[in-house]
């Protein structure tokens, strides 16, 4: 008997190990931030294409990309004076990828500050570049494709808490 109930418990552990050993990932909700941004005036947006929406403060504009802009741009608001922005773009070619995939990429190719989550229930990664000012968050959305908000200049404090909210926002579109 006790030999059964110790290869009882030996088994139950070596069941238990990888789940004590699998990398927790933070969940972002909008519903733990909702409350701080119900003090900043702001809009919805959505992005009908991707099936996303997301919470902009109305103290940005929301522009149309210009020729400039990378092509993929299917987002861009920026403070007046051009201090801040948000830009969201439209990943191509990463059918298939998986956010692990994407992780293991952004390491080889210098990202930092790399942390996966989920967003409001999509898979997602935020990074930083070094020598860019900037923060990024990338995700796959229901309909499996591949979006990055851009957040600029990162190391500016106060932005950054705004572009935590904006963060917390990004959901799928309600039906």
Known sequence: MKK???????????LALPCALAEQVPAINWSDAESAAAEIPGSWYTFEDVALQFWIPDVFE?????E??????????????????????????????????????LETNG???????????LDAVSFSIP?????YVVFVTQSGNYVQFIFMPASDEGFASVAQLVTASIMPEEA
């Open 4 to 14: 059964l109930l110790a290869t009882l418990v030996a088994l139950a552990l070596l």
């Open 62 to 66: 929301n522009l149309e990309p210009s």
């Open 68 to 105: 400039d802009d990378p092509a993929e741009m299917i987002g861009k608001f920026e403070l007046s004076d051009g201090s801040a922005g948000i830009y969201a773009q439209y990943l191509n070619g990463y059918d298939g990828l998986t956010i692990d995939d994407a992780v293991s990429q």
């Open 111 to 121: 990202a930092t500050e790399i942390e996966r989550c989920t967003l409001n229930g």
């Open 131 to 135: 020598d860019v000012d900037a923060g």
